[in-house]
């Protein structure tokens, strides 16, 4: 069977490193709030190329803390729109509804699955405050032209990096183009920890600090609370996990290249759209690679039979989901397209050639 995705060998490449690393954090005594974190959010302000990463829970705490410090910060108000791709995982949208926010769902772009500048033009109105641009499946998204475009309209820009850990726009990493940035380290992203974790990027100082109250209870100081905060902290075991993993991100993100080059340079039946080959291969971390299909579930359930695993990322947009039923008469074409034809095919950085080449094989011969 090849696995849509194998953590255990991802993570057995770092066992020793990491079991040390849990060993010296257990002997320490100290679990939060410590140096791991620290060392962490170091090395990952300066791998991004920013002055500040703050360390919390998860991917959605981090999009949802950094929409609700905007409004502590008098940035944002009840009722102010966000525009976000309707084509997005919903974390992304729940970030903007968990703050009392308008999310203003756009079309993406049919080549990308990005969010594109013409979508956002024709979206934004007296109510918009902020674009959420998702760079979708490891893809950055258009960053040197939103970001101009946000800064002659006076909006901010918070950037979904969820899959995209490594990605740049013009030699330039995602998660520092933006106002603020929020990053997901749940297990299978391209860098991963042994469990939910995130982090939030920015080179704005007041914001930075405004964070690192609200993710502890809002409180700068013990027993003192200026906000009405939360829990949302990233431990010293997941941490110190990250850190190590972290130096060897960009080769595992090659690998992830010299696999979707394999993929797009092989793969030729007719009956599959392969994803677009950026032209700049460091627009892309392939955290996914999503082909699609008229025939989706035939697709699949002939790979399954040929022992190839392989996911739906997603089945069903979020203005069909239930959780937001208020807006489920709302049609955009292209992201329902999308929805109902896109599959994901393994791509790890431990998959062999001859893994890639039983899916190319496999893939190939299908309805032929």
Same mark, same amino acid.
């Given at each position: 069977? !090849?696995?849509?995705?194998d953590l255990?060998a ?5 066992r ?8 010296r954090?257990?002997?320490? =005594?100290?679990?939060?709030? +410590?140096?791991?974190l620290?060392?962490f ?13 703050i360390?919390?829970?998860? =991917? ?5 803390? !950094? $929409?609700?410090?905007?409004?502590e910060?008098?940035l944002l108000?009840?009722?102010?729109e ?12 729940l ?12 079309e ?10 013409k ?7 007296s109510?918009?405050k902020?674009? @959420?641009?998702v760079h ?5 998204c258009?960053?040197? %032209? ?11 820009v918070?950037?979904d990096?969820a ?9 330039k990493?995602?998660?520092? *183009?933006?106002?603020?940035? +929020? ?6 992203k ?5 469990g939910?974790?995130?982090a ?10 405004? @964070?690192l109250?609200?993710r502890n209870y809002?409180?700068?100081k ?15 075991l997941q941490?110190a ?15 992830r290249?010299e ?7 092989n793969?030729s039946?007719?009956n ?7 032209s700049?291969?460091? %627009?892309?971390? *392939?955290?996914?690679f999503?082909?699609r299909s ?9 790979l ?8 739906v990322?997603y089945?069903i947009p979020?203005h ?6 208020e807006?489920?008469?709302?049609v955009?074409?292209?992201?329902? $397209?999308?929805?109902r ?6 791509i790890?950085?431990t ?5 890639? %080449? ?5 893939? %190939?011969? *299908? +309805?032929?």
């Amino acid at each position: 069977m !090849v696995n849509f995705l194998d953590l255990k060998a991802i993570n057995s490449n770092h066992r020793s490193e990491i079991i040390e690393a849990i060993t010296r954090v257990v002997d320490s =005594g100290w679990y939060i709030m +410590g140096k791991e974190l620290s060392d962490f959010e170091n090395a990952f302000a300066s791998y991004c190329g920013v002055r500040h990463c703050i360390g919390v829970a998860n =991917g959605l705490d981090a999009l949802v803390l !950094v $929409l609700r410090a905007w409004k502590e910060m008098g940035l944002l108000n009840d009722g102010d729109e966000v525009i976000v791709p309707s084509n997005t995982y919903i974390a992304s949208i729940l970030a903007i509804s968990e703050n009392n926010l308008i999310p203003i769902l756009v079309e993406p772009d049919p080549t990308t699955f990005n969010i594109s500048l013409k979508n956002i033009k024709k979206s934004v109105g007296s109510k918009t405050k902020a674009i @959420l641009p998702v760079h979708l499946y490891g893809a950055a998204c258009e960053m040197d %032209n939103i970001m101009s475009f946000a800064k002659d309209n006076n909006l901010l820009v918070l950037e979904d990096c969820a899959q995209a850990h490594g990605s740049m726009v013009q030699g330039k990493k995602v998660g520092s *183009w933006g106002d603020a940035a +929020g990053f997901s380290f749940y297990p299978g992203k391209n860098l991963g920890a042994l469990g939910d974790a995130g982090a939030i990027t920015t080179n704005n100082d007041e914001l930075a600090e405004v @964070l690192l109250a609200l993710r502890n209870y809002g409180s700068h100081k013990k027993y003192e609370n200026k906000y009405k905060g939360t829990n949302s902290r990233l431990d010293e075991l997941q941490a110190a996990i990250l850190k190590i993993k972290l130096n060897s991100l960009d080769e595992d993100n090659k690998k992830r290249r010299e696999i979707a080059l394999k993929y797009l340079h092989n793969i030729s039946n007719e009956n599959v759209i392969l994803p677009t080959l950026p032209s700049d291969e460091s %627009n892309h971390v *392939w955290h996914l690679f999503v082909i699609r299909s008229h025939a989706r579930e035939e697709l699949q359930t002939y790979l399954l039979e040929n022992n190839i695993q392989t996911l739906v990322h997603y089945p069903i947009p979020p203005h069909h989901q239930k959780a937001y039923c208020e807006i489920k008469d709302l049609v955009f074409p292209v992201s329902e $397209l999308l929805h109902r034809e896109v599959l994901s095919l393994p791509i790890d950085p431990t998959m062999t050639d001859k893994s890639v %080449n039983f899916v190319i094989d496999i893939l %190939n011969r *299908w +309805g032929r």
